[in-house]
């Protein structure tokens, strides 16, 4: 617990209303996304950060007196990211929520780390420009924790994850101090990479408070396929063939039966799901190009034994598809109490074995699963329904949870696309990476965080 005279100093950096201490504040603040639940003890302070300032003052303070400090975004991940689990000071960002610049010439964007990343999209498309990276809850989820937890998304394929956006960063470390890491250039080759250390460090490091983002063209336009296969083995066979072909659609997901089924129910929008898989793919960029382009792969499929295509031909339409695939956590949580959801990644050719094993897993571990995921990349991700207020059902999971990681680890995949590893994962680090590797980036940490402050028990 943190004594008074610590209170009354955080009260003093940020004021009375800008720290929380009630009990049922600084439950609902120790909870994330995570299916965690009981989480092992609660923040002592929630503190809303509002400039860099008053977080050097809280760190100077947290370091002096050994106090955990974990920055939190929207809370939307799903690893247990943001969970507290010693205690300490929550910093909440979502006070420091400004876009500090959109610079068309040089294509960028200075923004705060509470900035969320839909509206960022929104803004640069303003100007015609791009920020690429869309988690599916895009509307909520923050820059600071995108960047902690290098967020992907269905554009991953084509565009890249986050770590391919970030120019320069601004760090606060642990004893306080200011690190502006990186530089506002195009190229930069200047001593180690430093912002790609921090980038998936999840808050262990340093905490984020501001960026510079790279932005791109917006293209022209885009339109949605939805290709319908008899198999996970086809639609696969299907992705490889498109891309042996020279075409590089902005998506390329993947969705079960189950899933397919799942979703219409929740959200009717026509999905097709008597048929075992279902393509998502996106094409993007000249207007001129859509037409050949979907033309190209639909003649590519056709050859490919789908069973049937189906083609927006509005923005109308493309959105209710994407709400549809957008909603399938949300449809999955109609099955049951709760839902958990992995994050693995193969190579593209082990992705039939690898659903194939995870249905198989499930089915033994009397389990229900929903696969979908980005294909492009390899990236699955098993929803499970489950009632975790259930002891059989919790015991089956763990099992589960187990057996595809190591499942992934043995098809030459490795344990997160996107999500992060927080403290849900972390027990499998030791399987994912090389032991020296592992030692060094223990080493960076003691490095930047002598006194193991800045969220600690998480990566590993």
Known sequence: MLTTKIINKLKSVVSDKNVLLEVEERFVYSQDATNMQNVPCLADAVVFVENETQIQKILKLANENKIPVIARGAGTNLVGACIPLCGGIILNFSKMNKILEINPSNMTAKVQAGV????????????????????????????????????????????????????????????????????????????????????????????????????????????VMLAYFDSISKAACAVNKIIEEKLYPATLDIMDKTTLKTIDDFCPTGLKYNYEAALLIEVDGYECSLDWQQHKISSILQNLEVKDIVISNSQEEAEKIWTARRSAFGACAKLAPNVETGDIVVPREKIPQLVDEIREICNKNNLMVCILGHIGDGNIHPHIPLDLNNEDDVKNYEKAKDEIHKLALNLGGTLSGEHGIGCEKSKYMKFAEDSIALNYMKQIKNVFDPRNILNPKKIF
């Open 116 to 223: 969320v990343v839909g509206k960022l999209a929104e803004e640069a498309s303003k100007y015609g420009l791009f920020y690429p990276p869309d988690p599916s809850n895009l509307k909520v989820s923050t820059i600071g924790g995108s960047i902690a937890l290098n967020s992907g998304g269905a554009k991953t394929f084509k565009y890249g994850s986050t770590k391919d956006y970030v120019i320069s960063l601004k760090i606060v470390t642990a004893n306080g101090e200011i690190m502006n890491i990186g530089s506002n250039t195009a190229k930069n080759s200047t001593g180690y990479q430093m912002p790609q250390l921090f980038i998936g460090s999840e808050g262990t490091l340093g905490i984020i408070v501001e960026a510079v983002l790279k932005l791109i063209p917006k293209p022209e336009s885009s339109k």
